[in-house]
C-alpha cells in the first residue's frame, strides 16, 4: 500500500504509528474502543428498533430507524475526527507538531467526556424503570458541583454539551493546526 492506509480503518493504526505524541497514542486506543462500543449500542439499537416495528409498514418508522443511523454518526464523527486529521497530514508529508497532536488529544478526551456529561444532562429528574417509577441521584460526593450543574441543562438541551466538545476539536484543528 504506497500512501500507507486505505480509509477510515487503516487510520487508525496509521495515525498510532506514524504520531510522535504518546497522549495522542493513548487518544487513538481510547477512541478506538469508544467508537467501537458507541457503534455497538447504535446498532442494537436499530436491530431492537426494526424487531418491535418490523409488523408495521414503512412511513415514520424507516425515518426513525434512520434517525439512529444519523445520530450514532454524529456522534461517533467527532471522536475520529482528530484520529483522521494526523493521518492526513502525516500521509501527505506535512510536519505536526507534537503540540498540536497532544491538544487535538485533549480536545478528543474532552469530547468522549462530554459524550457521558450530556448523558448525565439528558437524564429526567423521574424515569419509569421496570415499570418502577425512579428518581435520579441527587448530587454528592467530589463532583457534585459539576453535576448539579449538568442537572440545571433542560433535557431537551443536553445535546449542547457534546456539540460544545465536538466544537473544542474544531476549534484546536482550526487554531493550531
Given amino acids: 500500500m504506497a500512501d500507507g492506509y486505505n480509509g477510515v480503518f487503516g487510520a487508525f493504526p496509521y495515525a498510532f504509528r506514524s504520531s510522535r505524541s504518546l497522549l ?10 469508544a467508537v467501537g462500543l458507541i457503534s455497538l449500542f447504535v446498532l442494537i439499537g ?3 428498533l426494526v ?14 430507524r434512520a434517525f439512529y443511523i444519523v445520530v450514532g454518526l454524529l456522534v461517533v464523527l467527532p471522536a475520529v475526527a482528530p484520529i483522521l486529521v494526523v493521518a492526513r497530514r502525516h ?17 478528543g478526551f474532552l469530547f468522549l467526556l462530554s ?3 450530556g448523558l448525565v444532562a439528558s437524564m429526567p429528574e423521574t424515569f419509569v424503570l421496570d415499570g418502577e ?3 435520579r441521584p441527587a448530587p454528592s460526593g467530589v463532583f457534585a458541583p459539576v453535576v448539579a450543574l449538568l442537572y440545571a441543562i433542560p433535557s431537551a438541551f443536553s445535546w449542547v454539551v457534546p456539540l460544545g466538545g465536538a466544537l473544542l476539536i474544531a476549534a484546536v484543528h482550526r487554531l493550531l493546526g
Fill in 115 to 117: 459524550l457521558y456529561f
Fill in 46 to 48: 436499530v436491530v431492537v
Fill in 24 to 33: 495522542f497514542k493513548s487518544y487513538v486506543l481510547v477512541s478506538a474502543a
Fill in 51 to 64: 424487531g418491535n416495528t418490523a409488523a408495521v409498514q414503512g412511513g415514520s418508522l424507516t425515518l426513525s
Fill in 91 to 107: 500521509r501527505r508529508g506535512i510536519e505536526s507538531r507534537d503540540r498540536y497532536e497532544a491538544a487535538l488529544a485533549v480536545a
Fill in 133 to 135: 417509577t425512579v428518581t
